[in-house]
């Protein structure tokens, strides 16, 4: 059975977010965000439910454009995600299957952005936001997880028409025959972040009850997975991670996992190839580069996927392996990287979720034929009660046994939203939330890990629909 729906017109909030320090990556440090929600109604056969998306718009990451401020990015993100919608109520005014809507909604977007060349990662941004609120309904109004309507394939989903190397294949034939009950969360160390209470400055201590530094974060979590982000100088990033081993050999010992984050950072294949082979003939870095996993888009996102990065990955036999992230913004984007020598992608909720899945789907096909790939979990801050757990559905249902989680650490918990909505998550998720000593509601970590059980019990991972109309709204271009 596939259900078919008719959209009413999308509503924008917002709530401007700041988080605890800045949290510097790449050539941007994000301090103040604008959180948007985006609400609709989905009606499948005269039942109605209201549904709900929401995403942090984090600076200089769907474009990475030194030249311009945040404040000149910001109406462009706003068009795409107010472009997206207004094609999904055109698109949805008769009764349409979720996945001939996605594909239309997805073909409009791109043809659009394409004539005023708006990059792929950002004019997918309005389809991933539109597509959440959809299956958010969707969801609700089958009283079903996301889990059991992708294993019933109740969206219709063709996996063929995306990739055609999967034929007839159905999304259960490729994806984990159960969601993870929990996962390990991968903890970012940013480019400005200390690694012990001694490095940061007096002026620059955050005392809100929770820690700040990487050791304090390790001793309060039991962490035991970590993201590193690299500056590309290699002086300050040989520096830093021979400081970093002795601290995880101090604090862990040997039961700890690495990935590299390059954020587009370095100029080309070869100077990140003298780097990381620098780095590898370094004795003090031996034991951190024995647990390294993966290595994240060492090079800018214009360049990643020409043909001169594939000769660079093609004469680099024993190379690390390498995913894109940022280049992975459109259909197509992996294949491509794989025939270059990568070796997988990550998933995040704003590259999509009908995309995540086809990705997840070819990865692993591929993988039973014998290749070596893999697909990584990654956050953007991504923060609870809406985007967080939306998110953790995805990567649960997509297997992802360690994700990259760094909103608990830029931002005091969910203690920016309203107390009701506070006590509501902890209510329904207690699994996941916790009350802090001081009154919030917090991200529940234990031993690295965070519990997934009613995440996957709820429709897209939120079981209560928060009204979001208590903050401003949004006007959209």
Same mark, same amino acid.
């Given at each position: 059975?596939?259900?078919?729906?008719? &959209?009413?017109?999308?509503?924008?909030? /917002?709530?401007?977010?700041?988080?605890?320090?800045?949290?510097?990556?790449?050539?941007?440090?994000?301090?103040?965000?604008?959180?948007?929600? /985006?609400?609709?109604?989905?009606?499948?056969?005269?039942?109605?439910?209201?549904?709900?998306?929401?995403?942090?718009?984090?600076?200089?990451?769907?474009?990475?454009?030194?030249?311009?401020?945040?404040?000149?990015?910001?109406?462009?993100?706003?068009?795409?995600?107010? @472009?997206?919608?207004?094609?999904?109520?055109?698109?949805?005014?008769?009764?349409?299957?979720? %996945?001939?809507?996605?594909?239309?909604?997805?073909?409009?977007?791109?043809?659009?952005?394409?004539?005023?060349?708006?990059?792929?990662?950002?004019?997918?941004?309005?389809?991933?936001?539109?597509?959440?609120?959809?299956?958010?309904?969707?969801?609700?109004?089958?009283?079903?997880?996301? @889990?059991?309507?992708?294993?019933?394939?109740?969206?219709?989903?063709?996996?063929?028409?995306?990739?055609? $190397?999967?034929?007839?294949?159905? #999304?259960?034939?490729?994806?984990?025959?159960?969601?993870? #009950?929990?996962?390990?969360?991968?903890?970012?160390?940013?480019?400005?972040?200390?690694?012990?209470?001694?490095?940061?400055?007096?002026?620059?201590?955050?005392?809100?009850?929770? #820690?700040?530094?990487? *050791?304090?974060?390790?001793? $309060?979590?039991?962490?035991?997975? %970590?993201?590193?982000?690299?500056?590309?100088?290699? *002086?300050?990033?040989?520096?830093?991670?021979?400081?970093?081993?002795? &601290?995880?050999?101090?604090?862990?010992?040997?039961?700890?996992?690495?990935?590299?984050?390059?954020?587009?950072?370095?100029?080309?294949? $070869?100077?990140?190839?003298?780097?990381?082979?620098?780095?590898?003939?370094?004795?003090?870095?031996?034991?951190?580069?024995?647990?390294?996993?993966?290595?994240?888009?060492? /090079?800018?996102?214009?360049?990643?996927?020409?043909?001169?990065?594939?000769?660079?990955?093609?004469?680099? #036999?024993?190379?690390?392996?390498?995913?894109?992230?940022?280049?992975?913004?459109?259909?197509?984007?992996?294949?491509?990287?794989?025939?270059?020598?990568?070796?997988?992608?990550?998933?995040?909720?704003?590259?999509?979720?009908?995309?995540?899945?086809?990705?997840?789907?070819?990865?692993?096909?591929?993988?039973?034929?014998?290749?070596?790939?893999?697909?990584?979990?990654?956050?953007?801050?991504?923060?609870?009660? /809406?985007?967080?757990?939306?998110?953790?559905?995805?990567?649960?249902?997509?297997?992802?046994?360690?994700?990259?989680?760094?909103?608990? @650490?830029?931002?005091?918990?969910?203690?920016?939203?309203?107390?009701?909505?506070?006590?509501?998550?902890?209510?329904? @998720?207690?699994?996941?939330?916790?009350?802090?000593?001081?009154?919030?509601?917090?991200?529940?970590?234990?031993?690295?890990?965070?519990?997934?059980?009613?995440?996957?019990?709820?429709?897209?991972?939120?079981?209560?629909?928060?009204?979001?109309?208590?903050? *401003?709204?949004?006007?959209?271009?």
């Amino acid at each position: 059975m596939t259900d078919r729906f008719t &959209l009413s017109s999308f509503e924008f909030f /917002v709530l401007r977010t700041r988080t605890r320090f800045p949290f510097r990556y790449g050539i941007a440090s994000m301090t103040d965000v604008p959180h948007l929600f /985006v609400r609709t109604t989905v009606t499948v056969t005269g039942k109605s439910s209201l549904s709900l998306s929401a995403e942090g718009l984090p600076p200089k990451w769907f474009t990475k454009n030194p030249a311009t401020t945040f404040e000149q990015d910001l109406p462009e993100l706003l068009e795409v995600i107010s @472009h997206a919608a207004k094609l999904a109520e055109q698109i949805a005014q008769a009764p349409v299957s979720f %996945f001939d809507f996605w594909r239309e909604l997805y073909r409009q977007q791109n043809d659009w952005a394409n004539a005023r060349t708006i990059a792929p990662l950002l004019a997918n941004l309005g389809v991933s936001l539109v597509e959440r609120a959809v299956l958010d309904g969707l969801c609700r109004g089958a009283e079903e997880p996301l @889990h059991r309507m992708i294993e019933a394939n109740r969206l219709g989903l063709r996996l063929g028409e995306i990739y055609a $190397e999967l034929g007839s294949a159905q #999304p259960r034939d490729l994806l984990p025959a159960a969601p993870l #009950p929990s996962c390990f969360v991968r903890h970012t160390i940013g480019l400005g972040d200390g690694l012990t209470p001694a490095d940061i400055p007096a002026g620059e201590r955050v005392h809100d009850g929770l #820690p700040q530094d990487l *050791e304090s974060s390790i001793r $309060e979590y039991g962490l035991r997975y %970590f993201k590193v982000k690299l500056f590309a100088d290699a *002086e300050r990033d040989l520096a830093r991670l021979r400081e970093l081993s002795r &601290l995880l050999e101090r604090e862990i010992g040997g039961d700890y996992f690495v990935t590299l984050d390059g954020n587009e950072n370095f100029q080309d294949f $070869e100077s990140f190839r003298e780097f990381w082979q620098k780095a590898a003939g370094d004795s003090a870095l031996r034991e951190l580069w024995r647990r390294i996993i993966v290595v994240e888009q060492p /090079v800018h996102r214009d360049r990643a996927l020409s043909e001169d990065p594939g000769a660079a990955l093609r004469s680099w #036999p024993d190379r690390p392996r390498l995913i894109i992230d940022e280049s992975d913004g459109a259909l197509g984007d992996l294949p491509r990287a794989l025939a270059l020598g990568y070796a997988g992608t990550s998933h995040k909720n704003c590259k999509g979720i009908v995309k995540g899945i086809a990705n997840a789907c070819l990865l692993e096909k591929r993988r039973r034929d014998g290749e070596r790939l893999v697909l990584t979990g990654e956050d953007l801050c991504n923060l609870g009660p /809406v985007a967080l757990l939306q998110d953790l559905a995805m990567m649960a249902l997509l297997g992802i046994e360690h994700v990259e989680r760094n909103g608990h @650490h830029y931002y005091r918990g969910l203690s920016m939203w309203p107390s009701d909505w506070q006590d509501a998550v902890r209510a329904a @998720h207690g699994d996941l939330y916790a009350r802090h000593r001081e009154g919030f509601a917090h991200l529940h970590i234990r031993d690295g890990r965070v519990a997934l059980g009613s995440v996957n019990a709820a429709p897209l991972g939120v079981m209560t629909l928060f009204d979001p109309s208590r903050f *401003e709204r949004q006007p959209m271009p």
